[in-house]
């Protein structure tokens, strides 16, 4: 079992940066491959980034390539979402994820355990 735990979310404009972090607990935090997930009000839940449980490896949407950037801290626990050039349709609620399936886990059944999310809101 991992605990998840998101910070970092909130109200900016369009243009601006923000830096979510996801703390994990529980067993060990490299046994697992992170995600971010994202979902908008009437919208399924859609990957953002993942990244494998070394770190070597990256998956990005292509709505936040270039954008968006995922990195791991195994020694910390830490999974971190810097995201820059922020757009409207970036609105949403954030979710972190771990996933012990694929090693880097793209869809919303690979990922077993999840954190409550962080909202992130983005003005015109």
């Known amino acids: 079992q991992v605990q998840l735990v998101e910070s970092g979310g909130g109200l900016v404009q369009a243009g601006d940066s923000l830096r979510l972090s996801c703390a994990a607990s529980?067993?060990?935090?490299?046994?697992?491959?992170m995600g971010w997930f994202r979902q908008a009000p009437g919208k399924e839940r859609e990957i953002v980034a993942a990244?494998?449980?070394?770190?070597?490896?990256?998956y990005y949407a292509d709505s936040v390539k270039g954008r968006f950037a995922i990195s791991g801290d195994n020694a910390k626990n830490m999974v971190i979402l810097q995201m820059n050039s922020l757009k409207p349709e970036d609105t949403a609620i954030y979710y972190c994820a771990a996933s012990s399936g694929p090693i880097v886990a793209v869809v919303v059944h690979d990922y077993a355990y999840w954190g409550q999310g962080t909202q992130v809101t983005v003005s015109s």
């Open positions: 529980g067993r060990t935090f490299s046994s697992y491959s």
């Open positions: 990244i494998s449980r070394s770190g070597t490896a990256k």
